[in-house]
């Protein structure tokens, strides 16, 4: 079984993440997404999320790409977690590209092209300003 993972916070969950899953799927047999915690998210990322953790987890488990969550707490774990989980691929958005290249001694490395014209700040800054 070849296992995939990726990484995100996936609040206001959109189309653009939606996509993103999808092909992460498509590159293997069983999909981990390691999402990132309320803490994490504030301390780290300083991203105030709209949903909570266990909010964004049960939307995600409902996706049909979707075969495992776990937490995301830290920037570190993803050299321990592909070995865990033993995972043969790491995917995701090219935004981040080249920022994981250092797990390539462990498994695959995959920068897949975001979603254009859709994004979470998108989305909230759209609403300030009364919608589409
Ligand atoms: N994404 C995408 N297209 C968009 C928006 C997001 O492909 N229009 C992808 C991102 O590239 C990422 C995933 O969807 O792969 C989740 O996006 P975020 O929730 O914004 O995650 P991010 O803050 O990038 O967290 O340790 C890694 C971090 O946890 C990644």
Redesign the pocket.
Known sequence: MKKVI??????LLHY??I??LRRARELGDYLIVAL?TDEFNWNE?HKKCYFSYAERKMMLEAIRYVDLVVP?EN?EQKNTDVVKYGADVFV??D??KGKFDFLKDKCEVVY?P??PE???TQIKDSLKEGGK
């Open positions: 990726t990484y995100g916070t996936f609040d653009g993440h996509n993103l990132s990322k995301e920037w995701i958005g935004d981040w897949l975001r979603t859709i994004s979470t």
